[in-house]
Structures are given as C-alpha cells and as structure tokens.
C-alpha cells in the first residue's frame, strides 16, 4: 500500500474521521490534532499495513486509539450533563451574548432543532464508558459493521456485542426519561427553550413535527425512536453543517463547564 | 459447595448452623459476556429483575451496595473477596457468601452458577427471617441467559 492510497482515502474519509472524534472529543481543538496526528501515524506505517480490514477501518483504529489514549485519565461526563450546562449558561450572560452573534452573523450560526437532537446526543453519549460510545458511534451513526468495529476498537467479538447492546440500551433509556420530543412527561426541554431565544418568531411544534423522530413518538416504539435520532447524526456533519458554528460554541461552553465539574466534583 | 444441574433450577440444604442455595443454568453466550454483565453494577438493574439497584465498583477489594427484590428495605453492604475475569466472582458480608462461577460444558456453552451459603453460630437465631432464595435465584439465572443470549445473537 502506497502514500498516494492513503492519501486518496483519507482525503475521502476525513469528514467523517473528523467529525467522529468530535462527537467523542466534544473538543474542535481535540478533533483537529487528532485527525491531523492519524494521518501522520497512518503514513509512517502505511508500509506495514497488510490488508488484514480495510484501508479506512485502519485508519479509525489509529483514530480511535489516539482518542482513547487522550481521553483515559479524564472523567466520563454525567447523564445530566444538559442540566448543568444549562444552569452554567444562564448564569453567563457572555455566552448567550457569543451565541446570539453568531446567530446574527454567521452563515453557520442557525439554530436547527435537529443540529440541536444532534448536539445533545453528543453530550449525554460521554456518560458512557468511553468502549461503548465509540463503538455505538462507530456502529449507528458510521455504520461501521461488528467485524470491523473489533478491528477498530481491539477486542473480541463478544464484547463489541456487549457494548452495541448495553450503550444502546442506556441511551434509549436515558432518552425515554429526558427528552420531552419523544416523551412528554420528559423533563428537558432545552429544543423548545433555545429554540425560543434563537427563532422567536417560530412556532416550535409547528417546526419539531417536521421531524420524523417526533412524529413517531406517539406509537412509543423505543427502539425505532433511538434509530431515528441516529438517522439525524448521519445526516448532520458537525462541522459544515448550517448550524455548526452556533453548535460548536455550545459544544466548547458544555466541554469547558463539564471538565471544571467533574474537577469540582472530584471523589 | 453443592453440584447441581444446569437446568435453571434452584435447590437449598439446610444445616442447623447454615443454609445454601445454589443454581447453575447452560447459557449460549461468551464468557465475556456474563461476565460483563454480572461486573458492571450501573446496569445490574436494567437487566436482572432481582435486583432493584447496585452502586459502587464491581472490583476486587471494594465494596458494593445492593439492594434486592427479596429484602426492598434493606441494602447490603458487600466486599468483593474475589475477582477473576470470566471465571469467578464472591462477594459477601460476615454473615454468607455469594459465589459466581462460569465454565463450558461438553456443548461449548457457558455454564454460570450461583451460590449462596449463609450461618454461623448464631444462624439458628435469624434462620426464620430469611426469606428462601430459590426463586430469586432462579429468576437471576433466567435473566442473564435471556440478556445475554440475546446480545449474542445480536448483528
């Protein structure tokens, strides 16, 4: 295998290495040194590389291992992390006053309630131990097959297996009790809240049944409803989307209030 | 320790100064699996319906809090004596042991088994406010062969 394959694969892949490594990050700066630091790695052993997956499953091995190893000494996040950004948030009036900038003069500084379904998942998916979020990124939103995951990730089969069904099984969980789009006696209702101060003349139920995840949540099927918001994450990329800019600040905001917690909050 | 069949089924002995129950089921998933999911305390509950909840670490010297369907009231408070993965767990208090162990049997499957032994000297006193354990040990083994099972087979 020569640099000129890599190359031509990394420059097709790089979008969504990029974006996946966010979405464990949660850090712009962490995805870029990383993505940057993959391909790095990738070229000086490209002559080594033999075939046994494929040229892309290789690199998210290298991606994955980088990000596993900037990640292990710091604490997974807490499944209320949208609680306690959210009272960081209102008690810092600079960062309503960053995010309404953007909104008023970025081409990427809408508020979309699916960037936002987008976002949100991103935060409470670092409440799981980082073994499943990767594999349950690599598997619902990368579509990444368990054969090629254990090559990812270095493990056996079986535990891909255990960490595709028990990170599934607590978002879906997780989902069930918070979010108020698919459950109405949810109890966060930060889409509609946001929504409220970015698009004030919107109507939101008018906008949110737009989406097919909350026009199926009347049916109740949990499963289906955890497929549906995965559909959104493959269709949105956090970094060229409409919506990123404003996103991203927000991602920045939760990742800096979320570390200065857990330190707080140190056992 | 008692033998038993791996069929699901719990049995009980009972001695003036003790009581054990034990059960033992064929279970068509890796080790690591059950292991898995006998190890991580957060997500006991979500699985097995005996237990109401679990708190703190499943590893080799902590101790762990469970509150089970048996005793709601109450949380017992267990050390964990013994860890080697995919093989065998105990944890307990001064008063019994539970025991976990997992083997293959001639038909490549794994075979976990539960055992609890309680007693002491003053056993005969509170023999009669221990509720039976056989059901609830049955239900346990139940449910981890149903959950994994079921993340085996999975795609």
Same mark, same amino acid.
């Given at each position: 295998m020569s640099t000129t394959h890599l190359n031509t694969e990394f420059e097709q892949i790089q979008g969504q290495l990029k974006s996946f490594i966010l979405r464990i990050t949660a850090s712009v700066a962490d995805a870029e040194d990383i993505v940057q630091d993959t391909y790095l790695k990738a070229a000086e052993k490209i002559e080594s590389f033999?075939?046994?997956?494929?040229l892309k499953t290789w690199i998210f091995s290298i991606a994955s291992n980088l990000a596993k190893d900037k990640l292990r000494a710091k604490k997974r996040w807490t499944e209320d992390v949208t609680d306690i950004c959210k009272s960081a948030a209102l008690s810092n009036p600079q960062f309503f006053q960053e995010a309404m900038q953007i909104r008023h003069s970025?081409? +990427?500084g809408a508020f979309e309630i699916k960037e936002h379904i987008a976002f949100c998942f991103t935060c409470i998916a670092k409440s799981l131990p980082l073994e499943q979020q990767i594999c349950l990124l690599l598997k !619902?939103?990368?579509?990444?097959k368990v054969a090629e995951i254990l090559q990812i990730v270095d493990t056996s089969e079986a535990m891909v297996k255990y960490y595709l069904h028990t990170a599934r099984a607590k978002m879906i969980s997780i989902f069930e009790g918070r979010c108020a789009l698919i459950n109405k006696e949810g109890t966060c209702h930060q889409c509609s809240e946001l929504n409220a101060v970015?698009?004030? +003349? +919107?109507?939101f139920q008018e906008e949110a049944v737009k989406i097919d995840m909350v026009k199926a949540? !009347?049916?109740?099927d949990k499963e289906h409803l955890f497929d549906l918001r995965m559909q959104i994450l493959q269709g949105i990329d956090p970094f060229t989307s409409g919506a990123a800019e404003l996103q991203l600040h927000h991602l920045e905001h939760n990742r800096k209030v979320m570390e200065s917690f857990l330190k707080k909050n140190e056992v | 320790m008692s033998a038993t069949t791996a069929n699901g089924k719990a049995t009980t002995s009972k001695t003036t100064f003790s009581r054990e129950t034990a059960v033992s089921i064929a279970i068509q998933a890796d080790a690591s699996i059950i292991w898995s999911l006998l190890t991580n305390a957060s997500d006991f509950s979500r699985w097995n319906s005996t237990v109401i909840s679990i708190s703190g670490?499943?590893?080799?010297?902590e101790t762990i809090n469970l509150v089970s369907t048996l005793d709601p009231k109450r949380t017992f408070k267990l050390k964990v004596k013994e860890f080697e993965a995919d093989k065998k767990l105990v944890w307990g208090d001064p008063m019994g042991n539970r025991v976990y162990t997992l083997s293959k049997n001639d038909q490549g499957h794994t075979v976990f088994s539960m055992v609890e032994k309680i007693g002491g000297l003053m056993f005969p006193l509170f023999a009669r406010f221990i509720p039976p354990f056989d059901a609830s040990f049955e239900q346990f083994a139940a449910d981890l062969k149903k959950e994994a099972e079921s993340i085996m087979q999975a795609n």
């Open positions: 033999r075939g046994d997956s494929s970025s081409t +990427q !619902e939103v990368y579509d990444f970015f698009n004030p +003349q +919107q109507k949540a !009347e049916k109740g | 670490n499943i590893a080799l010297g």
